[in-house]
């Protein structure tokens, strides 16, 4: 006997006449977001600001006391703390206290949050150097116009007389000067400090601020001369806007140590020609 073929074999799997309709595959989940990442922020700057002035002072004392045993063994008649021998402690302690500050940003940025050590600081490369370093010499020639301009004391200012205690240390302190200081305080402020202030309250903001703490810890060494600080502060602009613009601190750098080494070339034509000049 046939049966047709409708009353079973159109019937399908279900059995309600319908052909047999597999689900469609399950859509993929979506995988999880990543979590936000986190960055130095004003706690951080904080304890930057406690390290930088504690270990400043541990240092200062350490380094007198330092100098004391010294004296006391050798019996050596000398002064770390006036004279031409005042330079050079300045520049150890200096030098010390930098290296402390930059290993506490380290442990910061790189033990603390994993960010890489050359990213937090923005040192990356940017534009062409030669274009740079005309940049930082032309910023000392307005730097020296706008000097020209402003009222400034007819008293030497307290690195002024240092110097001048100090002639036969000088070419320490141009390679102290041009090679170490434009680059340490460059990836201070305008690297993680500058990063912190942007991140927080924009780019404006951190320029103008980061201009100001560049400017403060000069305050000792011109006798706290309030044109001094104002040219300070103006270049610390011109780094910032430097900084926003290109993303590095590499560039503001460069610019840096090109205008510092403006003034360290005329330092030494004052003293190869005998004709003083302001610092």
């Known amino acids: 006997m046939e049966y047709p073929s409708s009353a079973f ?14 689900l469609p595959p399950a859509a993929p989940e979506p995988p999880p977001s990543p979590a936000p990442r986190r960055e130095p922020g004003y706690w951080d700057l904080l304890q930057l600001l406690i390290f930088a002035l504690v270990s400043l002072g ?13 004296q006391r063994v050798t019996g050596a008649p000398m002064s770390f ?20 500050v930059l290993a506490f940003i380290y442990y910061v940025a790189v033990v603390k949050y994993g960010v890489d050590f050359a990213e937090a600081l923005a040192w990356r490369p940017s534009g062409s150097m030669v274009r740079q370093i005309a940049a930082g010499f032309a910023l000392a020639i307005g730097v020296t116009a706008l000097a020209n301009i402003l009222p400034m004391p007819d008293t030497p200012s307290p690195l002024e007389e240092l110097l001048s205690d100090a002639t036969g240390y000088l070419p320490l302190f141009v390679v102290f000067g041009v090679l170490i200081a434009p680059a340490v305080e460059e990836a201070v402020f305008r690297g993680f400090v500058f990063g912190v202030l942007e991140r927080a309250h924009g780019t404006k903001a951190a320029i103008v601020a980061t201009a ?26 011109v780094l910032g806007a430097v900084r926003a613009q290109s993303g590095s601190t590499r560039a503001t750098t460069v610019i840096h140590a090109a205008y510092n080494s403006t003034f360290m070339l005329a330092l030494i034509a004052s003293e190869v020609s005998g004709v003083p000049i302001d610092v």
Do not use: N
């Open 9 to 22: 074999g159109d019937a399908g799997e279900s059995g309600d006449g319908l052909p047999f309709q597999p």
């Open 81 to 100: 703390t006036e004279g031409p021998l005042k330079l050079v402690s300045m520049l150890v302690i200096q030098g010390l206290w930098w290296a402390l």
């Open 58 to 70: 541990v240092l200062i004392v350490l380094t007198g006391v330092a100098l004391t045993m010294i």
């Open 212 to 237: 100001a703490l560049f400017a403060a810890p000069h305050s000792t060494q011109y006798g706290g001369r309030w044109q001094i600080l104002l040219i300070l502060f103006l270049v610390g602009v």
